[in-house]
């Protein structure tokens, strides 16, 4: 009797493990996996993945997370004026990463305030469509290893 529990338990926990080696995640429409930067390179966000390499911001959002971050599209990028300062670029960059991961079902139904990496707060607004400080959310949840990417409208100024 042992024996054969003994061996059940070792089976279930080859499953388990297997099963968790498959992912699974937390990723919605769209998932790419890899980091967050990683996915900003799958989708094409040239510009704002430079502007973090820029700022620094680079090493931090390779690492572990989670991340929730909100990348303006090429097109709001190139229509934003963003700062030349390193430390000012910095700060805008910083602005759109909230430490945590936020997906849009979480973020539906509520209007929240989530302090950012820039230590600004950011605006969450749910109750009506879904905007990050009136930005529209254009794709939502592209999931990452370490976080998630949501993909706005413009360029976020902090407060």
């Not at 700060?91 to 305030?113: C, E, Q, R, S």
Request: aromatic letters at 6%.
């Amino acid at each position: 009797m042992i024996d054969r529990t003994s061996r059940r338990l070792f089976l279930l926990g080859g499953a388990a493990a297997g099963l968790a080696a498959c992912g699974g995640g937390t990723g919605g429409a769209g998932q790419s996996g890899g980091t967050v930067l990683a996915v900003l390179r799958a989708n094409g966000l040239t510009r704002f993945l430079r502007a973090i390499e820029a700022a620094g911001l680079a090493e931090t959002l390779t690492g572990e997370g989670p991340y929730t971050l909100f990348a303006p599209t090429n097109r709001a990028v190139a229509a934003a004026d963003l700062p030349d300062d390193a430390e000012r670029l910095r700060a805008v960059v910083a602005y759109h990463i909230v430490p945590g991961m936020f997906t849009t079902d979480f973020l539906a139904g509520v209007d929240v305030n989530y302090t950012t990496l820039a230590g600004s707060s950011l605006n969450v607004d749910g109750t009506a469509g879904l905007t990050v400080n009136g930005a529209a959310i254009l794709t939502p949840d592209l999931g990452a290893d370490n976080g998630v990417v949501n993909i706005i409208d413009r360029v976020l100024v902090p407060r």
